[in-house]
């Protein structure tokens, strides 16, 4: 399959597809901080979104298609801080139904091609659960390794606290 994955910008078209895979993901309650009743992003609201990333040099959204329906997406963000407009981190995100087949993996080298060719970006970073072992997996194999750890920054009920796993890769 990850060979008939085509990996392409965001454009606001997507603004709707994107949302949809969002709440997908949060409703998992697996792998984001935001609660499913705490997101009200509208499909104005991301329209506007996406565009702010596309007219900024430092940033991109990109989205993995598979027979042209978009599966999965990825959002690099750079802060708007001088002393740290070399840095950005990327939060990525691919629907329950196709994850465990190169998409994850796609997106990422997409990001990293991008970043190496961007003459801003020289690190890329993430933040991502202690419990996500397939994605932080995925990360050590493309060559992040663990800079820090925010010890119980996620709680999960009123007994269960995860790590915030810090990892990044230089371009």
């Given at each position: 399959?990850?060979?008939?994955?085509?990996?392409?910008?965001?454009?606001?078209?997507?603004?709707?597809?994107?949302?949809?895979?969002?709440?997908?993901?949060?409703?998992?309650?697996?792998?984001?901080?935001?609660?499913l009743e705490e997101f009200q992003q509208t499909v104005t609201g991301q329209q506007a979104w996406?565009?702010?990333?596309?007219?900024?040099?430092?940033?991109?959204?990109?989205?993995?298609?598979?027979?042209?329906?978009?599966?999965?997406?990825?959002?690099?963000?750079?802060?708007?801080?001088?002393?740290?407009?070399?840095?950005?981190?990327?939060?990525?995100m691919v629907h329950k139904d196709y994850r465990n087949h190169g998409i994850g993996k796609r997106l990422l080298e997409e990001l990293l091609e991008w970043a190496m060719k961007n003459?801003?970006?020289?690190?890329?970073?993430?933040?991502?659960?202690?419990?996500?072992?397939?994605?932080?997996?995925?990360?050590?194999k493309m060559g992040f390794v663990e800079e820090g750890r925010k010890i119980h920054e996620i709680k999960i009920n009123d007994n269960e606290y995860i790590d915030d796993v810090l990892m990044y890769k230089m371009v």
């Open positions: 399959m990850s060979h008939q994955i085509k990996i392409r910008v965001a454009v606001q078209e997507d603004a709707e597809k994107l949302l949809e895979i969002q709440r997908a993901v949060i409703a998992e309650e697996l792998y984001l901080m935001t609660a996406i565009q702010s990333k596309l007219i900024n040099e430092r940033e991109t959204i990109l989205v993995a298609q598979f027979h042209n329906e978009i599966v999965g997406w990825l959002m690099f963000q750079s802060p708007n801080r001088q002393r740290l407009s070399h840095t950005g981190t990327f939060g990525m003459p801003y970006i020289k690190k890329v970073g993430l933040g991502v659960f202690s419990t996500n072992e397939r994605a932080i997996a995925l990360y050590k």
